[in-house]
């Protein structure tokens, strides 16, 4: 059993910045891609970034080139998604996501597991 748990939402104005949190826990394996995924109010979850296991690769949705940057540490069983310059349309409810195969796509429907949100406001 694989669990997710992001952290490190919250509220922030226009132009501000945001690190996300995301702790893998379970029987995970050396292989995994992980991804950060975003949903709005009556939109359909989109891609923000994905990581290979070892981070030799960062693929990115272009709304966020430039202002995001995804990074893991394995040794802690952690990734990041470092949010800086944010706007309102960056508001949404931010997930953690893992498939246990390589990150080619960004379809959230090939990722195997999912944490519970955490929220991400700017006003």
């Known amino acids: 059993q694989v669990q997710l748990v992001e952290s490190g939402g919250g509220s922030v104005q226009s132009g501000g910045s945001l690190r996300l949190s995301c702790a893998v826990s379970?029987?995970?394996?050396?292989?995994?891609?992980m991804g950060w995924f975003r949903q709005a109010p009556g939109k359909e979850r989109e891609s923000v970034a994905r990581i290979t296991p070892r981070g030799t690769f960062k693929h990115y949705d272009n709304s966020v080139k430039g202002r995001f940057t995804i990074t893991r540490d394995n040794a802690k069983g952690t990734v990041y998604l470092q949010m800086s310059g944010l706007r309102g349309w960056d508001t949404a409810k931010y997930y953690c996501?893992?498939?246990?195969?390589?990150?080619?796509?960004?379809?959230?429907?090939?990722?195997?597991?999912w944490g519970q949100g955490t929220q991400v406001t700017v006003s």
């Open positions: 996501a893992l498939r246990t195969d390589d990150c080619a796509g960004a379809s959230a429907a090939l990722f195997h597991y």
């Open positions: 379970g029987n995970t394996g050396s292989s995994d891609c």
